[in-house]
């Protein structure tokens, strides 16, 4: 989902991963799918690093962009 919407914020924390900026979480969509992604992100809060080694991520989809 990041890669279709040009967002590569790493999905774990920087300690955790030696600060090589890992993107081992993923939120998978199917081609027909893909096209009412509207919006992905990653939190990267401090409160989010607080509360678990991998950092909640989400998207957005509207399906009333997909065809009829």
């Known amino acids: 989902m990041g890669c279709l919407l ?3 914020t790493p999905t774990v924390q920087p300690d955790v991963d030696n600060r090589q900026g890992a993107r081992i979480d993923h939120i998978l969509v199917s ?3 893909a096209p009412a992604v509207t919006s992905y992100r990653v939190d990267d809060s401090e409160e989010g690093n607080r509360a678990s080694d991998h950092r909640a991520e989400w998207a957005v989809l509207d399906l009333a962009l997909l065809p009829a």
Do not use: Q, T, Y
């Open 6 to 8: 040009n967002n590569m």
């Open 31 to 33: 081609p027909d799918l």
